[in-house]
């Protein structure tokens, strides 16, 4: 049995005491993450994948999509939930020598722990406290030294591979189950990365996740089935992962699962933005009040970034689509310029159309700072820096500015706090009446008692 096969199923059997500050950050990635899934069926090109298979299906003692009247099997459920949340990538991040949304798991964990709690036992909110907990450890530790990213995979084969691990615990699988599971999900590898990079951008990276979820889900399954695993999937020689994808580097763990990962997720707050170019957009938020009025005579922009945004988000030509719109630093830079705030919306419509946008980013200048750099991959540090100044036609410089740690991030945890429940309440206002959003917040501000609450009523708070 290759080692991190064995070594995380026995973390999913026998973790169970998470530091306080996971426990705090999972009740907020809960909330967060479900508003972000809530928001996004605003948007009809998410809505039109929900849904079952067979229309009007409805699947008894089902899980149950929140925000929608949809009762499916966990496997479609989760692909689903996965969608709503990925949608707008606006969920949390981690960023390492992979980067990824530990969240994402939550289309698993939800349509799996529902189903659960209906058919075997209930269960209740601080159970999928803690199988959330799991998920981003899982998720992130992997990424810490494997990067599918940079061999052209893309990184939600850790979605799935943590989903399928913790789904099957739930489900109530035994030590070589688990394995079955974990085992299926890594020999599984794909999918490539073609839709997130020009000229292939497409919304796929919008619902990746969703697929990546319901796949995990569907290996936790069939191991419950009796499926066999693959014990050497990791290690074989020629046709293991290690040697087909990674030159025969082994992998491993980085460090011991616990609870690293929840306690230093980035929370993304202000506006739906991919992570790198968070700390740019705030930059152009404070320079909007001094140009917003002098676009004509603005000769260059000047932005300084790290290493990781030039390779994923530096962007100049022609932008296709929204998804292509949301991983380009120079138009989101444009927007918080133009505007002094991000919103989807901005990503689609009348203002994609606005011919200001790109007479800013044919002004723009990216260039790497290697201190910016060297410090997003400090496990001290984990800072994602960017700076912007602007000059004038005429000579005249703005102040540089330099935000090293977007809002979210855990040096600037507490200073979140207060807006991420403000956009928690705002996702939820589109979709549900005032007296609903003010009770659900409500319960988020009991932390006792929404961990006792069952998963069936916490659920039905949703729908």
């Not at 995990?216 to 499926?227: C, K, N, R």
């Not at 945004?309 to 380009?328: E, F, S, V």
């Not at 429940?421 to 979709?431: A, D, E, I, S, V």
Request: aromatic content about 10%; some cysteine.
């Amino acid at each position: 049995m290759d080692q991190v096969f064995a070594d995380i199923a026995e973390y999913v059997l026998t973790y169970t005491n998470p530091s306080e500050e996971a426990f705090t950050n999972a009740r907020l990635s809960l909330a967060d993450t479900l508003g972000c899934g809530i928001l996004a069926l605003n948007f009809p090109e998410c809505t039109k994948l929900l849904g079952p298979v067979v229309p009007n299906t409805v699947v008894p003692h089902g899980s149950r999509v929140p925000g929608t009247p949809h009762v499916l099997d966990p496997i479609r459920a989760a692909f689903n939930i996965g969608t709503m949340i990925r949608w707008l990538d606006f969920n949390d991040t981690w960023l390492a020598a992979e980067w990824g949304h530990p969240s994402d798991n939550l289309g698993a964990l939800l349509s799996v722990i529902d189903y659960v709690s209906q058919k075997q036992a209930p269960l209740t909110v601080k159970d999928l406290l803690l199988a959330l907990i799991k998920a981003y450890e899982i998720q992130g530790v992997l990424a810490l030294n494997t990067s599918f990213n940079r061999i052209g995979f893309d990184h939600v084969i850790l979605v799935k591979i943590a989903s399928a691990a913790v789904a099957a615990g739930l489900l109530g699988a035994n030590h070589a189950q688990l394995c079955s599971a974990i085992s299926n999900a890594w020999i599984d590898a794909g999918p490539l990365r073609t839709y997130r990079h020009a000229p292939n951008t497409g919304s796929r990276k919008s619902w990746a996740a969703g697929d990546a979820t319901s796949r995990g889900v569907q290996f936790a399954w069939i191991a419950l089935q009796g499926e066999m695993g693959y014990p050497l999937g990791l290690s074989a020689k020629k046709w293991g992962v290690s040697d087909v994808l990674f030159g025969g580097k082994p992998i491993q763990l980085e460090r011991p699962l616990g609870c690293y990962v929840m306690e230093n997720v980035l929370f993304k707050i202000a506006f739906p933005a991919e992570f790198h170019a968070q700390t740019a957009i705030e930059c152009a938020f404070q320079l909007h009040p001094l140009i917003k009025n002098r676009l004509d005579e603005i000769d260059k922009i000047i932005i300084l970034t790290h290493e990781s945004a030039i390779r994923i988000i530096d962007k100049k030509g022609p932008l296709h689509n929204p998804a292509d719109r949301d991983h380009c630093l120079q138009y989101m830079v444009a927007i918080g310029l133009l505007f002094g705030k991000l919103q989807a919306e901005d990503y689609e419509g009348e203002t994609a159309k606005d011919p200001r946008i790109d007479f800013l980013r044919n002004k723009m200048i990216v260039k790497e700072n290697p201190e910016y750099s060297r410090d997003y991959l400090d496990p001290e540090k984990r800072s994602i820096a960017n700076a912007m100044q602007i000059t004038f036609t005429n000579g005249e410089i703005t102040p540089l500015i330099e935000i090293e740690y977007p809002l979210g991030h855990r040096r600037r945890r507490f200073e979140g706090f207060p807006f991420l429940f403000k956009k928690f309440q705002h996702n939820l206002l589109t979709q549900f009446d005032s007296n609903r959003v003010t009770s659900i917040y409500e319960l988020f501000q009991n932390p006792l008692r929404l961990d006792e609450l069952l998963i069936q009523d916490f659920i039905k708070l949703f729908i």
